[in-house]
């Protein structure tokens, strides 16, 4: 019978035989599925695993923090973080339209974690030959199954490697479901933090800007939804809804009133859902007085937002995130 003390048990006996002496790398993202995998992995391998946690700096207020210390401390998992924060914004300034703003962090990103890659293998020599992966059962009925091998191409400028290293892939969440992925990490003493994290796109807040990504931008709406998430906790809201997007308006103003004077700020959107499996979602009914604290936090807190507007689409026709 299923039992996660069981799944994990198995899970480590076949990731020790699977690897032996080798090493193996493991890209963070400070999502749940990558947090597990990378905590399984470690409890087989211990040392021999090392991961890569790019901040790209579109992360939401403490969740970089979150990653390096709290993850760390609980599974002792050697780490190592690239900060490209600066390479990302550049690569960012002035783009506003979201497929665009997608394809250059996405691009963005698997340089700086190949770069990291290359590093690593130049430092501990050609035994690297393991990427884990996230991936869950959903993931592999969608793509049709089959386990792969993962091609990376190297970087010239780390010398001595070969020009395409190939990789096996460790997935040993393979034949598991979110919830039990959940438990899992529960088990192997993953904080809540990480283990009941609610959904957040790879892009981050950089698609949660409709405008262009600036690091005031980004800062601005890291308050706003910062105080979001704290107000929908404290109510215990937190399993209620599937998750809830705040969004900025960058590109839009209105008048308002504020201390002693007009003010020409910028709406800031709620988005909270409720979903099974994301593909479908319906607007969350929430009580009143959770909306208002939130507004009234959000308007006399962060500077620049004089408006809060709420959110009362269904998917669809509205998909859950606005860009
Ligand atoms: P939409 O906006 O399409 O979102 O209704 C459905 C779910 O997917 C998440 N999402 C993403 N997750 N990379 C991700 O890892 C992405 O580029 C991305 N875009 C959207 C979104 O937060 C929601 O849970």
Same mark, same amino acid.
């Given at each position: *019978? ?12 076949? $990731?020790r035989?699977?690897?032996? =002496?080798r090493?193996?790398i493991?890209?963070?993202s400070? +999502? ?10 470690q409890?087989?391998i211990?040392s ?5 946690y ?8 403490g969740?970089?923090?979150?990653? @390096? ?6 599974? +002792? ?5 690239? =900060? ?11 783009? *506003?339209?979201?497929?665009e703003?997608?394809? $250059?962090?996405?691009?963005?990103f ?6 990291? /890659? ?5 430092? /501990? ?13 959903p993931?592999?009925? @969608? *793509?049709?199954?089959g ?8 970087h010239?400028?780390v010398? +001595?490697?070969?020009e395409?290293l190939?990789? %096996?892939?460790i997935e040993?969440?393979? %034949? ?6 959940r438990?899992?990490? /529960?088990?192997?003493?993953l904080?809540?933090?990480? !283990?009941?994290?609610q ?5 981050g807040l ?6 262009? !990504?600036?690091k005031?931008?980004? =800062? ?6 910062a105080i ?5 906790? &404290?109510?215990?809201?937190?399993? =209620?809804?599937?998750?809830? #997007?705040?969004?900025?308006l &960058?590109?839009v103003? *209105? ?5 002693d004077?007009?003010?020409?700020g910028?709406?800031?959107v709620?988005r909270?859902?409720?979903?099974e499996?994301?593909m ?6 929430? #009580?009143y007085?959770?909306?208002?604290r ?5 308007t ?9 507007v ?6 669809? #026709? +509205?998909? $859950?995130e606005?860009?």
């Amino acid at each position: *019978s299923w039992t996660t003390g069981s799944v994990i048990e198995e899970q480590v006996a076949a $990731i020790r035989e699977q690897v032996g =002496d080798r090493r193996a790398i493991c890209g963070l993202s400070g +999502g749940v599925d990558s947090a597990v995998a990378a905590a399984l992995v470690q409890k087989a391998i211990g040392s021999q695993l090392t991961c890569v946690y790019v901040d790209h700096g579109l992360m939401r207020k403490g969740e970089t923090e979150q990653v @390096e210390k709290d993850f760390v401390a609980a599974t +002792g998992v050697q780490l190592k973080v690239v =900060d490209a924060e600066e390479r990302f914004l550049k690569a960012l300034a002035g783009v *506003s339209d979201p497929e665009e703003k997608r394809k $250059i962090i996405g691009r963005e990103f698997i340089r700086v974690f190949e770069q990291a /890659q290359a590093e690593i293998i130049a430092d /501990q020599g050609p035994a690297v030959e393991f990427l884990v992966q996230g991936t869950l059962y959903p993931d592999v009925v @969608e *793509s049709g199954g089959g386990t792969g091998t993962a091609n990376i191409k190297s970087h010239h400028n780390v010398g +001595g490697l070969p020009e395409d290293l190939e990789f %096996q892939l460790i997935e040993p969440l393979r %034949q598991l479901f979110k919830d039990e992925v959940r438990m899992v990490g /529960q088990e192997l003493g993953l904080p809540d933090e990480i !283990v009941q994290r609610q959904p957040f796109p790879g892009p981050g807040l950089g698609i949660r800007i409709v405008g262009s !990504v600036s690091k005031e931008r980004l =800062d601005l709406l890291r308050e706003a939804d910062a105080i979001a998430r704290e107000e929908l906790t &404290a109510a215990g809201l937190d399993r =209620d809804i599937w998750q809830c #997007p705040v969004v900025l308006l &960058a590109d839009v103003r *209105s008048v308002g009133v504020q201390g002693d004077g007009r003010t020409y700020g910028h709406p800031i959107v709620l988005r909270p859902v409720s979903s099974e499996d994301a593909m479908t979602a319906d607007w969350s009914r929430l #009580p009143y007085d959770v909306l208002a604290r939130i507004s009234t936090r959000i308007t006399n807190e962060v500077k620049d937002v004089n408006r809060v507007v709420l959110d009362v689409t269904s998917k669809p #026709p +509205g998909t $859950i995130e606005w860009e």
